[in-house]
């Protein structure tokens, strides 16, 4: 085409015309003709190849919204992503250090209730049955599931950083009235109610603020963040048991509110969201996931799992007990179940990027179910009980860990919040029932020849 216009006998103009100067009545129609249609499709061939060049560079610097649906290699919906992180990865490391230090303070010492459950039962309420006592337990851990639908609508609208805040003030708040609690009620209102909401309020930010940085990899991601729940429930009952019998209760308590209040401090300022809250959707939009089919069955399916995923946690130390075992390896068996829930918080996760999210949080689950049903029925000894704590804490594990990834991976990032604590409050019912209606058959199993 450049030939052609720079040929003599052409000109330009302004308007980028190429105008004839030649005597053109001697040349044939179809000549003229000819020479026209090739000019044409010359200058069209250049403007679609600008065309495309221009689309190339947009598409290679473009951050596309994760909840743009595609087929998942497991059949469900995926979220699309130009690239793995979708901000600055800086600060999607950061939330995965700062999440996994707020699941280590809260749900890891959530996990670690069978400490208190036991050392309640021969202290401060030796007089209650221990039926009564796991009220405390089975409370707190119904206040951190049902607060899951506000916390998270509130997430999606203002982000975690205020949540956390009111969170880490609550949660230490929780542990010092705890400290100096005397009476039966005064623990409930603290370690029951009160912690339960702090544990809440730092949970659903931190695990929701994970998801929205990371796609392909997001159960990895969140399987690292959550295995910090898990660390906390190896970590806490030992130093518990430990300072209960070197300094008391009061300061033993008030010792792992500091450390908690701290660690917490500094989840607070490095857990951040990849998603503007200007784009949350208005008013409860996010409510709709009620009439999805898929949302509903994976909440059909949790709320099975919890109601009995949790009672092995908060028994499990008095059974041992029980068997014969010392308090000091009761305490053992139960930091062995955390342990187990480390690596199933992890491993699972990570395998389910592959394999896809859905494929291995059925079986594992199934497996969860089935150890509590033959294997902690035939417990009868420290070796057998220590290899059940190791399995169930596996399995168990990779349900806590690969459930939020589920929920995300069929929802609009942009009420993540929303969606992953609706799931938990769902769950809330069942798992409440479980624990209330487990407390007299475990402190009935609690005799071996009963079992």
Request: proline share 4%; charged share 10%.
């Amino acid at each position: 085409m450049y030939q052609i216009l720079t040929a003599p006998g052409f000109y330009w103009h302004n308007d980028i015309t190429a105008l004839p100067t030649m005597d053109i009545t001697h040349i044939p129609n179809f000549s003229l003709v000819a020479v026209m249609s090739d000019i044409e499709k010359q200058v069209t061939q250049l403007g679609d190849e600008l065309t495309s060049e221009s689309q190339r560079i947009r598409d290679s610097t473009a951050t596309y919204p994760s909840s743009a649906p595609v087929e998942s290699i497991d059949g469900h919906t995926e979220e699309s992503s130009s690239s793995e992180i979708t901000h600055d990865s800086t600060k999607a490391y950061l939330t995965i250090f700062g999440a996994f230090l707020a699941l280590f303070c809260t749900f890891g010492q959530m996990n670690a209730f069978g400490t208190f459950q036991a050392w309640y039962t021969t202290h401060q309420l030796n007089t209650l049955d221990a039926s009564t006592i796991s009220w405390i337990g089975s409370l707190q851990l119904w206040v951190f599931f049902f607060s899951g639908g506000p916390i998270g609508y509130i997430f999606d609208k203002y982000g975690p950083r205020m949540l956390m805040t009111v969170g880490t003030i609550c949660y230490v708040l929780s542990i010092m009235m705890t400290s100096i609690s005397t009476q039966y009620y005064q623990y409930i209102l603290s370690q029951g109610v009160l912690f339960g909401l702090g544990v809440g309020l730092l949970f659903y930010p931190s695990l929701s603020s994970v998801s929205t940085h990371f796609a392909t990899y997001r159960a990895t991601a969140t399987g690292l963040a959550v295995a910090g729940s898990g660390l906390g429930g190896v970590v806490f009952p030992i130093m518990l048991q430990n300072l209960f019998e070197r300094v008391g209760f009061g300061w033993a308590t008030r010792i792992s509110g500091l450390l908690c209040g701290v660690l917490c401090g500094i989840a607070v300022l490095t857990v951040t969201t990849s998603t503007s809250t200007k784009k949350a959707p208005a008013q409860l939009a996010g409510l709709k996931c009620l009439k999805e089919p898929r949302y509903m069955l994976l909440a059909a399916g949790g709320s099975l799992v919890a109601l009995g995923c949790f009672v092995p946690y908060f028994y499990v130390v008095d059974y041992a007990q029980s068997l014969g075992i010392t308090s000091h390896m009761a305490f053992v068996v139960l930091a062995l179940m955390n342990a187990g829930g480390v690596f199933g918080r992890v491993a699972p996760a990570i395998l389910s990027d592959s394999i896809g999210r859905f494929n291995l949080l059925a079986p594992t689950s199934f497996l969860a179910g089935l150890l509590i049903l033959i294997s902690w029925m035939f417990a009868r000894t420290l070796s057998t009980l220590i290899v059940f704590s190791i399995l169930y804490g596996f399995f168990s594990g990779a349900f806590i860990s690969v459930i939020t990834p589920c929920v995300a991976q069929i929802s609009d990032i942009r009420e993540i919040g929303m969606r992953i604590g609706l799931m938990y409050s769902i769950i809330s019912f069942p798992a409440l029932i479980e624990l209330l209606s487990s407390r007299d058959r475990a402190t009935a199993s609690c005799t071996p020849d009963k079992v």
